[in-house]
């Protein structure tokens, strides 16, 4: 896998290339016309460990900026917000007994759900590529970082 | 029958309060079975302290993790030895929602609830490992 | 690696943090009462297990800025694994040193008066060493 990195203090922040960032925390890989959907390592660094996790269900349509489910960590508990249109096809399995995956892997062992698009197209002009979302995140780290390890 | 004690190893997580969760469940662990259960500080084994080692080595291991990052648990291995239980304390946080530990430095009413739960779960595998000892 | 961008200047805190000792919860809070109100903006702790647990940015950090280790007693676990595995340390505290003979020390938790002070003592002694070092870093 291809990382930028930025480090801040003890921490080091991934934003991983190739994929679409949601300003509110998800990325999203599309192969095709189907989306894989996780956290970025911002947002879980951010948001602390999880604890647990629940996503709309297969089957079941997500909205690009409406909510996809919840994430509950020992700091808060969140709504998703999804970074894309379609319809929930699959589940990460490990998600119901590994939630903390999402912490120690967020781009990879620790993916959320697969979704079929809608239309990608009309949903990328509401994302950032990992160029823009790296200096998005920046911002966002220099304004948050002196509560980040503080509990 | 060995003498063989059960050494309860928490992660030092300063920085979040499933950390102390983890320092004061191994406390009480300790308090619960005098005798059998011990602790040793995961600081020593880091710096490679040669009584800590020992112990580790001679006794059962049981190590607290208070998250995603294993530190108990990786440090043991470090040392080539597997833990005979590995314990995540976030997973117990995420079982009992109604236990959250609030602050770092006091944990508050459901972090020492918390701290219970889980100290009686692992007393309750201690039995066990000694059991199966005798065996 | 395609970038590596360091943001401000601070000085790292490592403490023990043993549980065979109330010494360790002495080290432990004082440094918590310097990150959270002594010196909130001045200093990051690092957490010492992870030297080993896989801690890539905890470890660069105490490569690239100054540390003090603050100890529980005379083994200097945190210092002994900071030299091991970043490097030298600008300073070292031992909570021995702020004990008097006629201390109560033995809570691990719910401290008493004489380890509250102690704790206080310590972390006053933190704040200080913290200042000392920015002043000569920033000259």
């Known amino acids: 896998m291809d990382y930028r990195e930025y480090v801040y203090d003890k921490f080091i922040f991934k934003v991983k290339n190739g994929v679409y960032y949601h300003k509110d925390g998800c990325w999203v890989e599309v192969e095709g016309n189907i989306a894989t959907i996780g956290v970025s390592d911002f947002f879980q660094t951010l948001n602390g460990d999880v604890a647990d996790i629940s996503l709309y269900g297969i089957g079941v349509s997500i909205v690009q900026n409406d909510p996809l489910g919840d994430i509950e960590t020992m700091k808060i508990s969140i709504e998703l917000i999804s970074p894309v249109s379609g319809k929930v096809i699959e589940h990460n399995k490990q998600m119901a007994d590994n939630a903390e995956l999402i912490n120690s892997d967020p781009y990879g062992e620790g993916w959320l759900l697969k979704a079929e698009l809608k239309n990608f197209e009309s949903d990328k002009l509401n994302l950032m590529d990992s160029d823009k979302y790296f200096t998005y995140m920046k911002s966002r780290v220099d304004e948050e970082g002196q509560e980040l390890g503080k509990e | ?135 | ?139």
Not at chain 2, 70 to 84: F, L, M, R, S
Not at chain 2, 107 to 127: F, R
Not at chain 3, 35 to 64: Q, S, V, W
Not at chain 3, 77 to 92: D, F, I, L, N, R
């Open chain 2, 1 to 135: 029958m060995t003498s063989k004690k059960v050494v309860v190893i928490p992660c030092s997580g300063i920085g979040k309060p499933i950390g102390t969760v983890s320092r004061e469940t191994a406390n009480e662990v300790k308090k619960l079975r005098p005798g059998i259960a011990e602790t040793v500080c995961l600081a020593a084994l880091t710096s490679g302290d040669e009584d800590a080692i020992k112990k580790v080595n001679d006794n059962y291991v049981i190590t607290l993790d208070g998250c995603a990052k294993h530190c108990a648990q990786k440090n043991i291995q470090a040392y080539g030895k597997e833990p005979d239980r590995n314990y995540m304390i976030l997973k117990f946080a995420a079982q009992n929602p109604d236990k959250k530990p609030e602050g770092i430095v006091d944990i508050g009413k459901g972090g020492q609830e918390l701290v219970k739960t889980i100290s009686e779960k692992i007393v309750s595998d201690i039995e066990e490992i000694k059991q199966n000892e005798e065996k």
């Open chain 3, 1 to 139: 690696m395609e970038e590596n961008e360091k943001k401000l200047s601070k000085v790292g805190i490592v403490s023990c943090s043993g549980e065979d000792l109330p010494e360790g919860t002495i080290s432990r809070l004082a440094t918590l009462e310097v990150l959270h109100h002594k010196k909130p903006f001045d200093i990051t702790t690092i957490c010492l297990p992870l030297y080993i647990a896989g801690g890539e940015g905890d470890r660069m950090f105490a490569k690239n800025h100054p540390v003090i280790t603050v100890d529980g007693c005379e083994k200097l676990c945190a210092k002994k694994a900071t030299e091991q595995y970043s490097g030298k340390v600008a300073h070292s505290i031992n909570v021995r040193d702020f004990i008097k003979k006629s201390d109560e020390i033995k809570n691990k938790s719910n401290l008493n008066e004489d380890e509250k002070r102690i704790t206080a003592e310590v972390a006053d002694a933190i704040s200080l060493k913290v200042d000392e070092i920015l002043k000569e870093n920033n000259k």
